[in-house]
């Protein structure tokens, strides 16, 4: 009886819970002060750009002793009202798209009132431009622990940033808890892309249409197989470095780990013949060779190069430029010269790494940092953006933070562009989004929205180097599972 009665009052609990839920949120405001300052959201959604095909904006109201809130997006004469809990504001997925559709190139207002002991509080309205620029629908991440030295349980996701839906492409229960490298895209074509999977048994694996196929893109005397790899734009060549990295320990305490190569080389892959292209200016002993990635008109690689040192006393001095060379997309012939584009001497912050070249061709984003090459685990580290037919340099301002900004890729389309950033803790990296108008001009990044606005308080895991595509992965989990299950690879020589 003693059992019954225990469940009996848990449902009239929870019963009575959902009501007061309901009430706040149907509770509309009377008797209403006006607060001349915005209300404390997070994620900070006020004066951000967002493309007319996002998800919704949901947020949370941090104001102290709020017992229920009240939230309202309007615009061009479209009106919602959010579904609300006591610190949440979830808006209804059917009535977010007409409001966004109405509003494409201009401005949305959102009005917070908040209610605290009895009296209802109504907070400045802020606004959001809504861009008519859209952005690619699907976005690849790693999920990784925030400390990087040790790796277990990873997983790569695939979401749409037009709603919430969100599935694994590869899970550590189905590839043996092995370390893997994060998803990347051809041109942001869903249909060709490839993600890697180390360890015994592993190898790149290559997605073509759907058709999964395990690589060993390795030489004999390469140190190790691919690291940092990109496509060509014709999706024959894969330009890859291949990396000896250690990991090391800080005994300041303001600064926990470090992460470098001792050596490091770049190479091309040639994936119709299986053959790997070497050049002596990209696999030069004197110098580490990192980062590559190609220009869309496939006329030339990027790539970061520094002097090789002695490591671990000269750490502080490992400073990469940012390098360009030549390259034939229809023979595979890699130039003879290496021209620095952003000397590690001359620019504010000494070190330069993750070039990624807009679709467009004009503009060149990059990571810097004061040295290194692992930048997640510098606070320092910031974007910077070239506009490539000036050469001019933009900082970047209004886009980075006191934190570490990196791992970043480009929306098909050239306006919009990816990053990973520290910046809410400075320990979980989480994917932000920023608009680049048709002059070239940044906005005010905003954070990947979530169902629930309590998602990143909770959320134990950090999204690394998310990469943005136009559609739909063709291959599931369980497809790298059967292809990591081969006993054989494909090979590559030299």
């Known amino acids: 009886m003693k059992h019954l009665d225990r469940h009996v009052i848990l449902e009239h609990t929870i019963v009575a819970i959902m009501l007061l839920i ?25 004066g951000v750009t967002v493309p007319v095909n996002i998800a919704p904006l949901n947020f949370m109201v941090r104001e102290d002793q709020s017992s229920a809130i009240y939230v309202v997006a309007k615009g ?31 401005d949305i207002t959102i009005t917070v009132d908040v209610k605290t002991e009895g009296q209802w509080k109504e907070y400045k309205p802020f606004s959001i431009r809504i861009s008519s620029d859209s952005i ?16 277990s349980r990873l997983q790569i996701k695939e979401r749409c940033v037009e709603d919430f ?13 092995r370390c893997m490298n994060c998803h990347t895209y051809s041109n942001q074509d869903p249909n060709l892309s ?68 001792t050596k490091s080389d770049i190479y091309i892959a040639d994936i119709v013949n299986n053959k790997i292209i070497s050049n002596p200016i990209l696999e030069d002993s004197t110098r580490l060779e990192t980062f590559p990635t190609f220009s869309p008109d496939g006329k030339s690689i990027y790539y970061c190069s520094a002097e090789r040192l002695p490591m671990v006393s000269n750490l502080d001095s490992l400073q990469y430029d940012l390098c360009r060379i030549s390259f034939d997309e229809a023979t595979g ?85 990816v990053f990973a950033s520290k910046r809410d803790d400075g320990m979980y990296g989480k994917p932000y989004f920023c608009h680049v ?50 006993t054989t690879a494909e090979s590559f020589s030299l």
């Open 165 to 177: 839906s969100e599935r694994s492409i590869c899970d550590y229960k189905s590839v043996g808890n």
């Open 76 to 106: 061009n004469g479209v009106e919602i009202v959010a579904d609300c809990t006591r610190e949440e504001a979830i808006f209804d997925i059917r009535d977010w798209k007409k409001l966004l559709s109405s509003n494409a190139g201009s």
């Open 22 to 46: 309901v009430v706040a949120c149907g509770e509309k405001p009377s008797e209403v002060t006006k607060v001349d300052k915005e209300p404390t959201i997070y994620p900070d959604y006020s």
């Open 136 to 151: 690619d629908s699907y976005l690849t991440y790693r999920l990784i622990e925030p400390d990087y030295e040790v790796f």
């Open 194 to 261: 490839f993600l890697y999977v180390r360890g015994q048994g592993g190898g790149m694996m290559l997605n073509q249409n759907g058709n999964i196929r395990k690589l060993n893109v390795k030489a004999a005397d390469m140190v190790s197989g691919a690291v940092y790899a990109q496509f060509s734009p014709n999706g024959r060549w894969i330009v890859f470095s291949t990396n000896k990295i250690i990991p090391a320990f800080h005994a300041a305490p303001s600064k926990r780990l470090e992460v470098f190569d």
């Open 333 to 417: 012939v890699v130039g003879d010269y290496r021209e620095v584009i952003v000397s590690s001497q001359k620019n504010e912050k000494n070190s330069v790494c993750h070039p990624r070249v807009s679709p467009d061709g004009k503009y060149l984003l990059y990571t810097v940092a004061n040295y290194g090459t692992f930048p997640i685990w510098h606070p320092e580290s910031d974007l910077q953006m070239m506009e490539l037919g000036s050469g001019e340099t933009d900082t970047l301002g209004v886009v980075n933070s006191a934190k570490s900004d990196t791992y970043h890729s480009w929306s098909s389309n050239s306006r919009w562009f």
């Open 437 to 486: 108008d048709e002059r070239g001009k940044a906005s005010k990044p905003f954070l990947l929205p979530q169902e629930r606005a309590t998602f990143y308080d909770k959320n134990l895991k950090s999204f690394n180097a998310p990469e943005l595509g136009k559609g739909a992965l063709p291959f599931t989990a369980e497809d790298i599972a059967k292809a990591f299950k081969k």
